[in-house]
């Protein structure tokens, strides 16, 4: 009797067909192939992850101002809703300010700019300003106006988060003073809203291997792997903090919560891959907002939270910043003191803060240390421009993951983790399934079977 089962190739050809995580990998590996072999070509396909992170973006205001709303008038509480926020901001604070300590202690203990004894007279200040486009990070109070919408267009128009999440909270607000009798329509509508964006983003997702393959191919072809050899200390140092300070990160999740931090990146695997691949975290939010609602965090936890940490929570940023100051310092001779040391924490925990959405923005915010210490020369930053693209990955992956544990975190602490579902979830008794149902179409009682664990849902993500 013949053997009725498929043959490898088949097999490989039904994973690659039907697993994002397999097809953004294999993507992954043509693109450095592609710009290492054939830079010009590289450089070509760019526009192919610039314009997935183009699409994606523009599906990121409407979703966080719906998903916030909805939140809000299914809570109930406005002020539940400014406890959370509250409280994020706490841990945002907590978690940036250790990244910075970690990085600093990393910087004077390994000193990956000892030994270069760089001239700065000999570096061209005029590319720092090139990077940057002459630009300036805002002062703290621009920050907070600039957070303060002038207009309700304005704010879809410009992708601004925080001023959409502010117009959020406001309709939130509204819905829960008005009540359900006045206004019976409103909180449909928009629940309907979002599930739209949901279906849009699901389409977009489905051009993620093309994203990766041009921004990869792009990253390789432009910047080659020079500036490893000349900068592998550095990137070396950065790398290891920011994997020690993710442990450390999952060491305290799982006493404060119970998640498992590996876990949830082997439950996010292809959002992971995706922001690696584009360099953007943005690219993944509207996915790892419907995963953290789907592990057990509520709601309106998930929609305030995760977009306000792309703006107050930039961990892996933080990492790259001390350690970069330091390294600047080190290579031009200067030996920093405690007490200066305090000030670029100091400096860096502000500047941080306002670093979302600005062009060039880490090296402004070395700038503003540097003019802030007085002992480190301003074209000196010029120093980094070699190596930060490279820095992206870390700084992606570090953001996101931060930004994740701080959901769960802050998710628990309200009160609002389901640990029950988050658990199921996780150990992959329960498949995730994209919302709206991508089986939809076929009705309401359509089911999908997940190819990772044979788990059967319905389209409400039920375990049948």
Same mark, same amino acid.
């Given at each position: 009797m013949p053997d009725a089962s498929p043959s490898l190739a088949r097999r490989i050809a039904r994973f690659l067909r039907t697993s994002l995580f397999a097809q953004v990998a294999l993507a992954l590996l043509l693109g450095i192939a592609v710009g290492r072999l054939w830079p010009q070509v590289g450089s070509a396909v760019q526009p192919l992850g610039d314009g997935f992170v183009r699409l994606i973006k523009a599906m990121i205001a409407p979703l966080v101002f719906c998903v916030v709303i909805a939140g809000i008038a299914k809570a109930g509480d406005l002020k539940a809703f400014g406890r959370i926020g509250l409280k994020?901001? #706490?841990?945002f604070e907590v978690a940036t300010t250790i990244a910075l300590a970690v990085g600093l202690l990393a910087g004077n203990l390994v000193s990956p700019g000892s030994g270069m004894n760089v001239d700065p007279a000999s570096l061209d200040a005029s590319a720092v300003d090139e990077k940057t486009g002459g630009g300036s990070l805002p002062s703290t109070s621009e920050f907070i106006l600039h957070s303060l919408p002038d207009s309700a267009v304005g704010a879809?128009?410009?992708?601004?988060? =925080?001023?959409?999440?502010?117009?959020?909270?406001?309709? @939130?607000a509204a819905l829960l003073h008005l009540g359900q009798a006045k206004v019976p329509a409103i909180l449909p509508a #928009?629940?309907?809203?979002?599930?739209?964006?949901?279906?849009?983003?699901?389409?977009?997702?489905?051009?993620?291997?093309?994203?990766?393959?041009?921004?990869t191919a792009h990253?390789?072809?432009?910047? $080659?792997?020079g500036a490893l050899s000349t900068y592998g200390k550095l990137i070396a140092v950065c790398y290891a903090v920011a994997l020690v300070f993710l442990v450390l990160l999952g060491l305290a999740l799982k006493a404060f919560t119970g998640v498992s931090l590996w876990k949830f990146?082997?439950?996010? /695997?292809?959002?992971?891959?995706?922001? +690696?691949? !584009?360099?953007?975290?943005?690219?993944? %939010?509207? /996915?790892? %907002?419907?995963?953290? /609602?789907?592990?057990?965090?509520?709601?309106?936890?998930? @929609? +305030?939270?995760?977009?306000t940490g792309y703006s107050f929570n930039l961990d892996g940023a933080s990492i790259y910043l001390s350690i970069g100051t330091l390294f600047i310092a080190q290579a031009? $001779?200067?030996? =920093?003191?405690?007490?200066?040391?305090? !000030?670029?924490?100091?400096?860096?925990?502000?500047?941080?803060?306002?670093?979302?959405?600005?062009?060039g923005s880490a090296f402004l915010a070395l700038s503003a240390t540097a003019s802030a210490l007085g002992v480190i020369p301003a074209?000196?930053?010029?120093?980094?421009?070699?190596?930060?693209? #490279? %820095?992206?990955? %870390?700084?992606?992956?570090t953001n996101l993951l931060g930004n994740c544990v701080a959901v769960f975190a802050v998710s628990k602490w309200e009160g609002a983790l389901d640990q029950d579902r988050m658990r199921k979830v996780l150990d992959g008794e329960v498949a995730f399934e994209p919302e709206p149902s991508a089986d939809a179409g076929a009705g309401a009682g359509a089911t999908n079977t997940d190819t990772d664990t044979g788990v059967t849902v319905g389209s409400a993500g039920a375990v049948k």
């Amino acid at each position: 009797m013949p053997d009725a089962s498929p043959s490898l190739a088949r097999r490989i050809a039904r994973f690659l067909r039907t697993s994002l995580f397999a097809q953004v990998a294999l993507a992954l590996l043509l693109g450095i192939a592609v710009g290492r072999l054939w830079p010009q070509v590289g450089s070509a396909v760019q526009p192919l992850g610039d314009g997935f992170v183009r699409l994606i973006k523009a599906m990121i205001a409407p979703l966080v101002f719906c998903v916030v709303i909805a939140g809000i008038a299914k809570a109930g509480d406005l002020k539940a809703f400014g406890r959370i926020g509250l409280k994020a901001l #706490i841990w945002f604070e907590v978690a940036t300010t250790i990244a910075l300590a970690v990085g600093l202690l990393a910087g004077n203990l390994v000193s990956p700019g000892s030994g270069m004894n760089v001239d700065p007279a000999s570096l061209d200040a005029s590319a720092v300003d090139e990077k940057t486009g002459g630009g300036s990070l805002p002062s703290t109070s621009e920050f907070i106006l600039h957070s303060l919408p002038d207009s309700a267009v304005g704010a879809f128009a410009e992708n601004s988060l =925080l001023q959409v999440l502010v117009l959020a909270c406001l309709v @939130g607000a509204a819905l829960l003073h008005l009540g359900q009798a006045k206004v019976p329509a409103i909180l449909p509508a #928009i629940e309907q809203a979002q599930e739209v964006v949901f279906a849009v983003v699901g389409f977009v997702m489905k051009l993620a291997p093309l994203a990766v393959f041009g921004a990869t191919a792009h990253l390789v072809g432009e910047y $080659g792997l020079g500036a490893l050899s000349t900068y592998g200390k550095l990137i070396a140092v950065c790398y290891a903090v920011a994997l020690v300070f993710l442990v450390l990160l999952g060491l305290a999740l799982k006493a404060f919560t119970g998640v498992s931090l590996w876990k949830f990146v082997r439950y996010t /695997r292809e959002e992971m891959l995706l922001a +690696l691949g !584009t360099a953007s975290s943005e690219a993944v %939010m509207p /996915r790892m %907002m419907q995963k953290l /609602r789907q592990a057990g965090c509520r709601e309106d936890a998930v @929609g +305030l939270v995760l977009p306000t940490g792309y703006s107050f929570n930039l961990d892996g940023a933080s990492i790259y910043l001390s350690i970069g100051t330091l390294f600047i310092a080190q290579a031009v $001779g200067v030996d =920093l003191t405690l007490g200066q040391q305090v !000030t670029v924490v100091v400096v860096l925990m502000l500047t941080s803060k306002g670093m979302a959405g600005v062009p060039g923005s880490a090296f402004l915010a070395l700038s503003a240390t540097a003019s802030a210490l007085g002992v480190i020369p301003a074209g000196a930053v010029a120093l980094l421009l070699g190596v930060d693209r #490279i %820095m992206d990955t %870390m700084r992606v992956a570090t953001n996101l993951l931060g930004n994740c544990v701080a959901v769960f975190a802050v998710s628990k602490w309200e009160g609002a983790l389901d640990q029950d579902r988050m658990r199921k979830v996780l150990d992959g008794e329960v498949a995730f399934e994209p919302e709206p149902s991508a089986d939809a179409g076929a009705g309401a009682g359509a089911t999908n079977t997940d190819t990772d664990t044979g788990v059967t849902v319905g389209s409400a993500g039920a375990v049948k």
